[in-house]
């Protein structure tokens, strides 16, 4: 039931992160979407991965996207007209096939479920993690560290003006 329940929040967040209007909303969309993911990834056992999609997809890329965002221009009224029309003519089929594939999950009345999580002790996040794998978890940090700084060299305002 909850596999279904996030499976449901994944695409209803995907299709509002893809219809909507607002880039910012879109991103917002974008993560929530990564956000159940990284809950699914967990759920089949593999939490590194979904350490890594909550870290970097859902934290690193929405900020540098809602950074990106609040740095653009705002369109005007009519350029936004403009720009839903154009949307609504690309994806009209979009709620179509969403409605169709829940018609025929319901008829068919598929169970979905996910194989119970194997783990063993010595397996553990914290020791695969800080033992195991610590090359990729300093390229990880050194990741998030230049996005930080782009960030901020971006924002940084010039001397004397």
Not at 44 to 67: K, N
């Amino acid at each position: 039931m909850i596999t279904m329940t996030l499976l449901i929040l994944m695409t209803l967040a995907a299709v509002w992160a893809v219809m909507s209007r607002s880039l910012l909303k879109g991103t917002i969309g974008l993560a929530i979407t990564s956000a159940a993911i990284t809950v699914i990834i967990f759920q089949l056992g593999a939490p590194l991965a979904a350490v890594f999609e909550l870290s970097v997809c859902t934290g690193l890329i929405t900020a540098i996207f809602v950074s990106a965002i609040s740095m653009t221009k705002p369109m005007t009224h009519k350029e936004i007209q403009e720009a839903s029309k154009n949307r609504m003519k690309r994806y009209w089929y979009l709620p179509v096939i969403m409605a169709v594939t829940a018609i025929a999950l319901i008829a068919s009345k598929i169970q979905i479920s996910l194989p119970a999580p194997q783990r063993p002790a010595e397996l553990d996040v914290r020791n695969i993690l800080w033992n195991l794998r610590q090359v990729d978890l300093y390229g990880q940090i050194v990741l998030m560290l230049v996005g930080a700084f782009g960030v901020v060299i971006l924002f940084k305002e010039k001397k004397g003006k």
